[in-house]
């Protein structure tokens, strides 16, 4: 597949995609976006694929949707449209682990995205915000939910109130990224953290990656129980069996994916 705004390879079993739109600071135009959802569908049906790493450059993940793609757009139109909802819902969809691996700006609907993958790795210039009341309107992609589930209703109300951005190590310490890493080093980290995923049972991984999300949908004692019903059903499967089979016989598991 030829794109434009994203580049796509993939590196053993880990698919790797880049948001490339250097000109605009990867704002995440309309184009992009769909590009972004046909990598994505592509990697999910792709069974040499274990893992996802989802990326930008050096200096912007993405600074956001695309503004100027935007300004004009009436209420009838973006309603109607559903905007921000096709292709942006693809990231939540999709089944296969996707590591956000984000260096410089990740901002507006660039924080969201990133919040939408399973897991944000931060290169040590990242910076993470929410400014869209800055320019009139509020974040649209979730990052009112997802940012306040991440580091609590004081620090997400601050920033999408004021649209104050957060660097790497306030990330780090409020729980918005999972590690900071030398921004030299992120993306050869991320395919390294995917690669270690991609290796394990591919059903055991969706089961887990399942069982997390609930924690967001859910009440405690009921995601609890989903994720008892889940373990239990892991017991059905040959990579369970081989799994703790070699770990009694101290050897490496040779998973099947079934
Ligand atoms: N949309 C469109 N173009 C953008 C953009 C965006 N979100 N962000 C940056 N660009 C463009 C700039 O217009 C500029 O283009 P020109 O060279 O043609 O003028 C180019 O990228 C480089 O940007 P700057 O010159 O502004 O670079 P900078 O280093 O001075 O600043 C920045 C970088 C702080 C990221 C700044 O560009 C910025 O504040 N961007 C907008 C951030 C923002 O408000 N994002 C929220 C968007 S709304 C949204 O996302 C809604 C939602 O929830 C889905």
Redesign the pocket.
């Known amino acids: 597949m030829a794109f434009e705004n994203i580049t796509v390879e993939t590196r053993g079993n880990v698919g790797l995609i880049a948001l490339n739109r250097p000109?605009?600071?990867n704002?995440l135009c309309a184009d992009l976006i769909a590009e972004l959802g046909q990598a994505l569908d592509a990697f999910e049906k792709d069974d040499a694929v274990g893992a996802i790493v989802l990326t930008g450059s050096d200096k912007?993940f993405a600074?956001?949707?695309?503004?100027?793609e935007m300004a004009s757009r009436g209420y009838m139109d973006v309603y109607v449209s559903n905007f921000?909802t096709n292709g942006w819902e693809q990231i939540t969809k999709c089944r296969k682990p996707i590591v956000a691996a984000v260096a410089g700006?990740a901002?507006?609907?660039g924080c969201?995205v990133a919040m939408m993958c399973d897991f944000i790795l931060a290169g040590d210039n990242a910076r993470f915000g929410q400014?869209?009341i800055?320019?009139g309107?509020i974040?649209?992609?979730g990052?009112t939910q997802r940012l306040t589930r991440a580091v609590g209703k004081s620090k997400a109300m601050e920033m999408c109130l004021t649209g104050r951005l957060m660097d790497a190590a306030e990330a780090e310490r409020a729980g918005l990224v999972s590690r900071v890493v030398p921004v030299a080093e992120l993306v050869d980290e991320a395919v390294k953290v995917a690669t270690k995923i991609a290796g394990l049972s591919r059903p055991i991984v969706m089961l887990c990656k399942e069982s997390v999300n609930a924690a967001f949908e859910t009440m405690l004692a009921q995601g609890v129980t989903f994720e008892r019903r889940l373990f239990h059903s892991t017991f059905s499967t040959e990579d369970q069996k081989e799994g703790m089979a070699a770990f009694v016989e101290k050897r490496p598991p040779a998973f099947k994916n079934r």
Do not use: H, Y
Not at 63 to 68: E, F, L, Q, V
């Open positions: 000109k605009a600071m704002a912007a600074a956001g949707a695309d503004i100027k921000i700006f901002l507006g609907g969201e400014p869209e800055t320019i309107t974040p649209g992609a990052g």
